[in-house]
C-alpha cells in the first residue's frame, strides 16, 4: 500500500504530533507499506537527516506562535504536480491547516480516499494565540472551521473517545474511528536517572517531579506552578522540572519568581527523544500533569514507560489513558487535593516503587505495532468502499 501523510508540523518541532506521525509511520513501513511523508521545512535542520520518504516543503511562520510553521501552497502545489492516479493509494492528513486543503486537493486529483486525524482540542486551544478576541468567538470559529473540515474528508480518527464524543456534539457525520498512537519499542529502553541528574546538577536525592511537554498556556502549567507552592509545605526540598518550551515560557518563568519559587523550578528545555528524554523521565520521582486539552496525552504513557509514576487530572484524551491504569493516580483540578497526591507519592518510598513496578505494565498494554495494524485495516476498507 502506498499511503501519502501530509502535516504541517514534524520534527524538529517537538509535540504529540510529531511524534504520533513518526510512532505510525515507522510501523507502517516495517509493515511492508510505503508511507511518503509530506512536512515543513524549519530553518533549524533536524538533528538527523531525513530518510527518503520525508519530503520538506518550504514554510511560514505562524503568526502569534513561533514554533510553528505553515507548508507554503505553492511549493505543495508545484510539488504534487507530477501526481497522476496510482501514486498514491490513501491520503491520510495529519493537520488542518495548509496540510488539510493540500489533501483533499491530492485526493481528488488522485481518486483516493482521505483521511483525517483531529489530534488537537482547538476549541480550547485557539483562543490562546489571538487573545485579542473574545473566546466565545475562537470556539464559535474553532467549532465551525473542525465541522467543515470534518465534513470534506472521508473519515476521521480521533485518538480517544472523548475527543469523538466532542466532535459528534459539534455535529460531525463523517464515520469516527478511535485509534490511539501507541508506545514504541524504542520507548521502553530505560534512561539513566544518575546520568541526567548530574548533567543538571540535581542532587541524587532530591524529591523531583517532572512536568514534560511543550511551555504552553493550553497545558495548564499555571496550576502546576500554584500547586508548587502547596507541596512545597509538605516536601521542602521539592524540585519541579520543566522539560519543553514554548509560548508561555515567559509567562510561566515570571510567575515562579512572583511566587517565589525559584529554588523549586527548574526549567531544562527540549530533550532528544532518544536520547536524554528517556534519562529525563527515568531521573522523576513523578510525572505531574494537568491539561485540559489533551487529544490523548502521550507523555503520561511516556512516563509511564520509563517506570516513573503518575499523577494527573483526568480530561478528555487523558481520561482515555489513565482509565486502569495501577501506575497512576488521578488527582483533582485542585490545588490542595493535588498536591496531596503527589506528597503521598514522593513522601513513601514504598509506595512509590509499587507505583513504579505497575507503571512500566501499564505501558506495554499500548504496543504501537498492534495499533497500526488496525490503522492499515482502517485504510484497506476504505480504499475497498472509494
Not at 511562520?61 to 504534487?80: A, G, H, I, T
Not at 487573545?131 to 468567538?137: G, K, R
Not at 506528597?343 to 495499533?371: C, F, T, Y
Request: charged residues 20%.
Amino acid at each position: 500500500m502506498k499511503i501519502l501523510m501530509l502535516s504541517d508540523v514534524y520534527f524538529p518541532r517537538v509535540n504529540g504530533v510529531s511524534t504520533s506521525i513518526k510512532t505510525f509511520r515507522d510501523d507502517l513501513q516495517q509493515l511492508g507499506h510505503e508511507c511518503t511523508l509530506v512536512a515543513p521545512h524549519y530553518p533549524v535542520n533536524a538533528e538527523t537527516p531525513d530518510d527518503s520518504g520525508i519530503v520538506r516543503i518550504p514554510s511560514w511562520q505562524v503568526p502569534f506562535d513561533p514554533e510553528d510553521r505553515l507548508l507554503s501552497w505553492s511549493k505543495l502545489k508545484n510539488w504534487s504536480a507530477s501526481l497522476s492516479p496510482g501514486s498514491f493509494d490513501v491520503i491520510h492528513v495529519q493537520t488542518p491547516f495548509t496540510a488539510h486543503y493540500a489533501g483533499l486537493r491530492i485526493a481528488g486529483k488522485l481518486g483516493a480516499p482521505v483521511i483525517e486525524t483531529y489530534h488537537t482540542y482547538f476549541e480550547h486551544y485557539l483562543h490562546h494565540y489571538v487573545p485579542f478576541m473574545p473566546s466565545m468567538i475562537t470556539k464559535a470559529a474553532a467549532r465551525k472551521l473542525t465541522l467543515s473540515q470534518c465534513a470534506a474528508v472521508d473519515a476521521v480518527i480521533s485518538p480517544s473517545e472523548q475527543m469523538a464524543i466532542a466532535l459528534r456534539a459539534y455535529g460531525v457525520r463523517t464515520p469516527i474511528d478511535i485509534l490511539p498512537t501507541g508506545m514504541p519499542d524504542s520507548a521502553f529502553i530505560q534512561g539513566d536517572r544518575n546520568r541526567f541528574r548530574s548533567r543538571f546538577g540535581i542532587n541524587e536525592t532530591r524529591p523531583v517531579a517532572l512536568y514534560v511537554g511543550r511551555v504552553a498556556h493550553e497545558k495548564n502549567i499555571d496550576f502546576l506552578i500554584h500547586m508548587l507552592v502547596d507541596l512545597r509545605l509538605r516536601v521542602p526540598n521539592v524540585l519541579l522540572v520543566i522539560a519543553g518550551e514554548g509560548p508561555a515560557e515567559g509567562h510561566i518563568r515570571k510567575l515562579v519568581s512572583t511566587l517565589g519559587l525559584d529554588a523549586n523550578v527548574q526549567f531544562v528545555g527540549y530533550m532528544d527523544r532518544s536520547t536524554t528524554l528517556p534519562d529525563c523521565y527515568k531521573a522523576a520521582d513523578v510525572f505531574v500533569f494537568a491539561s485540559r486539552t489533551e487529544t490523548q496525552g502521550l507523555v503520561l504513557l511516556e512516563a509511564l514507560a520509563q517506570e516513573t509514576p503518575v499523577v494527573s487530572t483526568a480530561v478528555m484524551g487523558t481520561a482515555n489513558v489513565l482509565e486502569g491504569m495501577r501506575g497512576a493516580l488521578i488527582a483533582p483540578e485542585d490545588v490542595v487535593g493535588f498536591s496531596a497526591l503527589v506528597a503521598s507519592v514522593l513522601n513513601d518510598p514504598a509506595g512509590r516503587q509499587s507505583l513504579s513496578e505497575k507503571a512500566l505494565d501499564d505501558a506495554k498494554a499500548w504496543s504501537s505495532s498492534a495499533i497500526s495494524e488496525r490503522l492499515v485495516e482502517y485504510y484497506e476498507r476504505l480504499i475497498s468502499s472509494s
